[in-house]
């Protein structure tokens, strides 16, 4: 049984609480995710004598409102619907900090010329769910958290993407020159 501290902690951000004689305290570690997607939570345990066990996939994991957010076996939150809720592992007899996770829908606003991107409005409706968002010089592409693209502006610039349109899914990230885009996909290959 950990009985210096516990904690779980979202990815990015590693905070531990201390056990004490008067229980765990909270670190106030947050998370903000959009709709559709996930946030990934570690627990590491600390024992009296200074060592620490990584007991993320033996704890159990729970979420207080899963319409906002379910969570997994290993620590995996998905969002559900917008709102807040409360992330917190169990292990041992210990309860871990709570960890706040915070589910936003997210929207697109865009101006200026339309021939540079300026007017999103042929593809408004698609433009749910973003996750990120570049450009090149006169056009922008929309990632999406299922992974798809979206994109818009001068197709000279990038927003014409139907010679390899059936390949942009699982997409993670895009990158993007003066007139060309680049999407890093889940399976690490790239399409250009």
Known sequence: MPDSHFGCAGYHCYRVCRHTEYGLHSCGVRASIAKGTAQVYVATATYSDSTTQDVTNQVNWTSMLTDTA?????????????????????????????ADL???????VM??????????SAVQAPLTNVQ????????FAAVKADGTVVKWGNSDYGADSSVVQSQLISVQTIC????????????????N
């Open 70 to 98: 379910t969570i997994d076996l290993n620590g995996q939150a998905t969002s559900v619907n917008a709102g807040d809720t409360v992330i917190q592992a169990h292990f041992e007899g210990v309860d871990s900090n709570v």
């Open 102 to 108: 915070t589910v936003v829908e997210t929207s697109v």
């Open 111 to 120: 101006w200026g010329e339309s021939i540079n991107g300026g007017n999103s």
């Open 132 to 139: 990120t968002i570049d450009s090149t010089g006169s056009a």
């Open 176 to 191: 993007s020159t003066i007139g060309a885009f680049a999407a890093l996909k889940t399976e690490s290959s790239a399409t």
